[in-house]
């Protein structure tokens, strides 16, 4: 398939709150096996206590890209070193913990995954996600220097042409180990929208199925070596690793955008054969 030939460079020597360099590994699992796995992963992992005690809750994300979904075609031509930037929105109002902000950038350079965030209030996150972007130059005095980095290289991506591209909703169950170097969760009723309404904290307006509705996406982040009883766990129950993407997937099936892009090349395909 023909796809096209072009990408930004994206330079991001960011602060962030959270920088973490860690090998993540994604597996779309069936109802069946999210019980099963579920059980298994809290008799051996504490659950994630940051959402409060049930460790769990709503993540609604923002993602930016293209006109030409430049993102979208750097993960399937497999670039070494591609980034992603999304606007996201953790809780519900009705959790013991209130919801919360983050602007992110997500790097993945040699198989490892860095996630570095600027936090934002509701109000500016929700304010930075219709298009404002004079929320970011507000905060430019109230942040360090790497926060500042941040928000140029968010700015000149902007000025670059990168626009909301997809909305994305999903249920998490988090667990984690004692030392932080283990993460495992399960990511349910993912569904997407590609309009671009005010985020708001589970927000349930989203109708478009990314994966089957009984199915999951179970993922393990690990900072070194994965535990030797999980390996052996998915060897004795056939789990296998799958490269998936929630926003490359979402764009697949219901972006019109790339939806044109590949119509077009498999009319050119058609035509050269």
Sequence with gaps: MVCPDRRKSLSL???AVVSISRTEYKFLINA????????EISQRLAVDQNPGNSGNYPILSQYYDT????CYWEKQRRFKSRRKIRLRIYGSETAKIPPAGFLEVKHKLQGLGVKRRLPMSIEAAQEFGLGNDDVLRGLYSEVGRAGRIVIDEVLGMRSAGHAPSMQIRYDRNAFSSPDGKLRITFDNLLRCRPEFPKLLPDDQDFSRFIIPEGDSIMEVK???PVPYWLRQRAGETGLSR???SKYCTSLEKHDPVLGAQLEAARARQGSAA
């Design 32 to 39: 069946e096996q999210y019980h099963q796995w579920k059980d």
């Design 67 to 70: 006109a030409e979904r430049d």
């Design 13 to 15: 020597p960011l602060r």
């Design 242 to 244: 799958q490269s998936f």
């Design 222 to 224: 690990s900072i070194g």
